[in-house]
């Protein structure tokens, strides 16, 4: 308890005013995440972390890079990538989707204070969306919105066709196969996931779904919403939060074949995929919004 409140984590108060010694604990902004009657409630996401198999990759580090073999040390640990393990062992895809649906339950801060970026929208695929969450969020903020989350089959599988509301569609397939057409095309944590060559491969898909799509036979200017972490986007004094950016970097490494971008690099992969501009809004702890236009 001394080092979590030392990390700020919990903070100790003295309970009774009388008894100098008796000294108490209580919540900070940080545990207040993980209550489970709270909204959000981080705690599949911290669970998620310390899962067994996510930790055992750490262990072959060595292993990994002294072999040269698997593309990832999460393949050497389980012998196999890891989406494939995800497809293959449906306890660990369920504590997966649920970790990253509590985190995505930040998203309504997103919604709320970043919420024009939605407006005139009248489509929207969210790729890679997991199990909805960040499409519900942004259904009850703009409900005459229809939006598609594709994801792979494993994870729409048990998703009831219509979803929860009549404009919530879930599609099972694949990114590197095809998109179906939006106005937007939104991709949250799945960017730092791949190479940059598997990231082009995904962005050109996105440009031809937001090229091809028309409204009422008309063509509309659409765009790409990124919402990942930026390198280098933060003040030079928020040292936590670039640590914070360099741990995800090591752990897309370990995890799968990803990487987190600087703008910089960010833009070489836009003009790769054949965009014509972007803009970069940080919004709040490590994530930022990036809006991609062809
Ligand atoms: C890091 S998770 C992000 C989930 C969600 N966007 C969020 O932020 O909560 C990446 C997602 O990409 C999905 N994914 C991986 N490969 C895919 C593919 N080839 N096509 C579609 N989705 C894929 C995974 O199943 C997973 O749900």
């Given at each position: 308890m001394r080092l979590l409140t030392h990390n700020g984590f919990f903070d100790s108060t003295n309970?009774?005013?009388?008894?100098?010694?008796e000294d108490g604990y209580v919540l900070t902004a940080s545990s207040r995440?993980?209550?489970?009657?709270?909204?959000?409630?981080?705690s599949p996401f911290a669970i998620l972390s310390v899962e067994p198999a996510m930790l055992a990759p750490w262990k072959v580090l060595g292993d990994w890079f002294s072999r040269n073999?698997?593309?990832?040390a999460f393949e050497t640990a389980h012998g196999a990538p890891f989406w494939e393990f995800c497809d293959t062992n449906s306890r660990f895809n369920n504590v997966f989707n649920e970790g990253m649906a509590s985190d995505s339950q930040m998203m309504r801060f997103i919604v709320k204070d970043y919420g024009q970026v939605f407006e005139g929208l009248s489509t929207l695929v969210d790729v890679g969306?997991?199990?909805?969450m960040i499409a519900k969020l942004i259904l009850e903020a703009f409900p005459s919105l229809k939006c598609t989350v594709l994801d792979l089959p494993h994870v729409v599988a048990?998703?009831?066709?219509?979803?929860?509301?009549?404009n919530l569609r879930f599609l099972g397939g694949d990114m590197f196969h095809s998109i179906p057409s939006a106005d937007a095309i939104m991709l949250k944590h799945v960017m730092h996931d791949w190479s940059d060559e598997d990231c082009v491969k995904i962005l050109k898909k996105c440009r031809e779904a937001i090229i091809a799509n028309k409204n009422d036979g008309v063509k509309k200017a659409g765009k790409v919403i990124i919402i990942d972490m930026v390198l280098g986007?933060?003040?030079?004094?928020e040292r936590d939060i670039t640590e914070t950016k360099l741990m995800f970097d090591v752990l897309m490494m370990v995890l799968v074949t990803g990487r987190e971008r600087t703008e910089k690099e960010y833009e070489r992969l836009f003009i790769e995929s054949g965009f014509t501009r972007h803009k970069i809004t940080p919004i709040f702890g490590f994530t930022s919004l990036i809006e991609v236009f062809p």
């Open positions: 309970l009774n005013e009388a008894e100098e010694e995440l993980l209550l489970k009657s709270q909204i959000p409630n981080l073999e698997e593309s990832t969306g997991g199990t909805g048990d998703k009831p066709a219509g979803g929860s509301s009549e986007a933060e003040e030079d004094n």
